[in-house]
């Protein structure tokens, strides 16, 4: 059972415009999102992060928007830059639980 | 502040063998979290540790164990090395443990290949 879903595998960008990747869950005893991005024979990066108790988190480029009644969260990166490139993973947890729940990523790609 | 560090950083082992991997927290963090990473199936939890207590548990079967030292120092270890345990190992590390509301940290990997 897939608690957390990214639903595009991939997304092509071009280079200044808004990138926006996609993300839902089931359980909804989550309540903490996380955002990871991955290159390629790396961890995953800590990017951004949301608490349940609010609906937005801004941190420079990178917006993220969790709409809890619909189960879904939302990465902005605004303007998209080649460097953006890489696999986005979105992941939950709850409290008490330092296991995170992934999401199967999804991979940005910023055209020039 | 130096990082998670993971060793090694490739392995290729042959079905049947055992395998242990390493993963040193950032200092100061004592709760570390393993993952398994394969094209399939994404990123799923295996197991974490706090305080060398493993705390939490995914679903993997009891091949994968682990441990965690009193210098927070973790290794996880898979015997009977199957084709399918072909994957990138990831170790996390945090300050807390139970800490649903703070980032990981992870390392860069330890990429397994089982022939």
């Known amino acids: 059972d897939q608690q957390v879903k990214q639903n595009s595998p991939s997304l092509s960008v071009q280079e200044g415009r808004i990138s926006i990747l996609n993300c839902d869950y089931t359980?909804?005893?989550?309540?903490?999102f996380l955002w990871y991005k991955k290159y390629p024979a790396e961890g995953p990066t800590f990017l951004i992060s949301i608490s349940s108790i609010k609906d937005k988190n801004e941190d420079g480029r990178f917006t993220v928007f969790l709409n809890k009644s619909a189960k879904h969260l939302s990465l902005h990166i605004v303007p998209s830059q080649p460097g953006d490139s890489a696999v986005y993973f979105c992941a939950a947890s709850h409290q008490g639980a330092q296991k995170l729940v992934f999401g199967q990523g999804t991979r940005l790609t910023i055209n020039p | 502040k130096a990082g998670v560090t993971q060793t090694p950083r490739y392995l290729i082992k042959t079905r049947g063998q055992q395998v242990t991997l390493s993963c040193s927290p950032i200092s100061g963090h004592r709760s570390v979290s393993w993952y398994q990473q394969t094209p399939g199936q994404g990123l799923q939890f295996l197991f974490e540790y706090f305080s060398e207590t493993q705390r939490n548990k995914g679903n993997f079967p009891g091949r994968f164990s682990g441990r965690q030292f009193s210098n927070s120092r973790s290794e996880m270890n898979v015997s009977t090395l199957e084709l399918g345990d072909s994957a990138l190992y990831l170790c996390a590390s945090s300050p807390y443990a139970g800490a649903g509301d703070t980032e990981a940290f992870f390392g860069q990997g330890t990429r397994l290949t089982v022939v």
């Open positions: 359980n909804s005893m989550f309540d903490y």
